[in-house]
């Protein structure tokens, strides 16, 4: 199982990043998927989660509205489209493959090195 992250950088407020998890050596299609970020100093936190056909979608709170998560099952991507960024979403972000509950950390097996996030006038 490989899961590797891209699409990271540097944005000013109010600007939007998109990420992308290209994944491989798994049936993609028949996983929920998640994405989840951590700041220097915090506990890694979720972020958003899809199901497998890509009609259910999960998303913390502070991202809501801003932050829309998808999947290409037909390429095997994940994707995090971040819009009106603001300095609070620095963090390193990570996609990862969900065995449960989509919302916790320990349901997550798989998980990939992560790409950079900052947000920063």
């Known amino acids: 199982v490989q899961l590797v992250e891209s699409g990271g950088g540097l944005a000013q407020p109010g600007g939007s990043l998109r990420l992308s998890c290209a994944a491989s050596?798994?049936?993609?299609?028949?996983?929920?998927m998640g994405w989840f970020r951590q700041a220097p100093g915090k506990e890694r936190e979720f972020v958003a989660a899809?199901?497998?056909?890509?009609?259910?979608?999960y998303y913390e709170d502070s991202v809501k509205g801003r932050f829309t998560i998808s999947r290409d099952n037909a390429k095997n991507m994940l994707y995090l489209q971040m819009n009106s960024l603001k300095p609070e979403d620095t963090a390193l972000y990570y996609c990862?493959?969900?065995?449960?509950?989509?919302?916790?950390?320990?349901?997550?097996?798989?998980w990939g090195q992560g790409t950079q996030v900052t947000v920063s006038s």
């Open positions: 050596g798994f049936t993609f299609r028949t996983y929920t």
């Open positions: 899809v199901n497998w056909s890509g009609a259910g979608t």
């Open positions: 990862a493959r969900s065995t449960g509950a989509v919302h916790r950390v320990e349901e997550y097996d798989y």
